[in-house]
């Protein structure tokens, strides 16, 4: 099926461009002795690192960690603190004086090169002082284990959160730019179930964990919402809160990677994507994970609050 009006067949979970990183920084021995022997900054009281602090996850852990009393260090492709996974040039002024750090990495945290640049960033941070890293995973996604093992392996405290699908996909991005704009969400997710989650629970969650120390340290933390839904579901839940028809119309894996060549999406990305959505939407994540309760002490923010909210914020009107 050829997408039409009110098709945006596009990339739902990447947003940039990605390339394989080969180029090494340079080590200022001397800064980062000084600084490692003459920082004390305790554990509550941190500078942090946010990359992608533009995008849907970023912006939220860099909200949450300055009402958590913290120093962001907001750090993005353009803005005061310029950060590019693809430019190692730009990590080291972005790291030096951070106590932690928040790895979002662009366009996915299993697309190609990014264990090789994820590994890259996490030693360098390791030789500047950074205590305390924090990447944001993908629950079912195999694609990432590789990225995951590269941030274990560098010799910095370590911890990642494995999201589920966020709720925020249907009122950001894209996929709601479709909805708003023709009515309906054309997607590759069939029937499965998902536990969708807040991504301001994931944010919740990264603030907590840099700020405890070593007690998530080492650890993969699965985060969810609180129930199952399929897409169908969802998008039936936002139609009745929001007093507006929208359809659900799901396509097959390798024809929405067709629709994503027409809009000018690299192959190797277009790739990248059919063979994650023919995996990670295959009803893996058809279970709730506990993350959220473990590490915040309650249960995530139900999808009917996040439809609400969006309803009351005009998130899908035209």
Excluded: C
């Amino acid at each position: 099926m050829a997408p039409g009006p009110g098709r945006q067949l596009t990339g739902a979970m990447t947003d940039n461009r990605t390339r394989e990183t080969t180029r090494d920084t340079t080590r200022d021995t001397t800064r980062e002795t000084t600084r490692e022997t003459t920082r004390e900054t305790p554990e509550n009281t941190m500078t942090v690192l946010v990359t992608g602090a533009t995008g849907r996850v970023g912006s939220r852990v860099a909200e949450a960690a300055r009402d958590a009393g913290h120093e962001v260090r907001a750090a993005a492709r353009s803005g005061p603190v310029l950060f590019d996974w693809t430019d190692p040039a730009t990590w080291t002024d972005a790291l030096r004086g951070a106590d932690a750090a928040f790895l979002a990495h662009q366009p996915d945290v299993g697309s190609p090169g990014a264990a090789e640049a994820v590994g890259a960033f996490a030693r360098r941070a390791g030789e500047l002082g950074v205590r305390h890293l924090v990447l944001l995973s993908a629950r079912g996604e195999h694609q990432a284990h590789a990225t995951e093992d590269a941030l274990a392996a560098a010799g910095v405290r370590w911890t990642v959160v494995r999201a589920a699908w966020f709720a925020q996909n249907f009122s950001e991005g894209p996929l709601a730019d479709a909805m708003r704009e023709g009515g309906e969400l054309v997607f590759p997710g069939g029937e499965v179930l998902e536990p969708f989650i807040d991504v301001r629970d994931v944010a919740e969650v990264v603030v907590a964990v840099l700020g405890a120390g070593e007690r998530y340290a080492g650890r993969v933390l699965e985060v969810s919402g609180g129930r199952l839904l399929s897409f169908r579901d969802a998008v039936a839940e936002i139609s009745r809160a929001g007093g507006r028809e929208f359809s659900y119309v799901p396509v097959a894996a390798v024809e929405y990677g067709a629709a994503l060549r027409g809009f000018g999406v690299p192959e190797g990305e277009v790739e990248f994507l059919i063979d994650l959505f023919e995996t990670n939407l295959d009803g893996r994540n058809a279970y709730v994970s506990d993350g959220v309760r473990e590490v915040l002490g309650r249960g995530p923010r139900e999808f009917s609050r996040f439809v609400d909210e969006g309803v009351a914020g005009a998130a899908w009107k035209r």
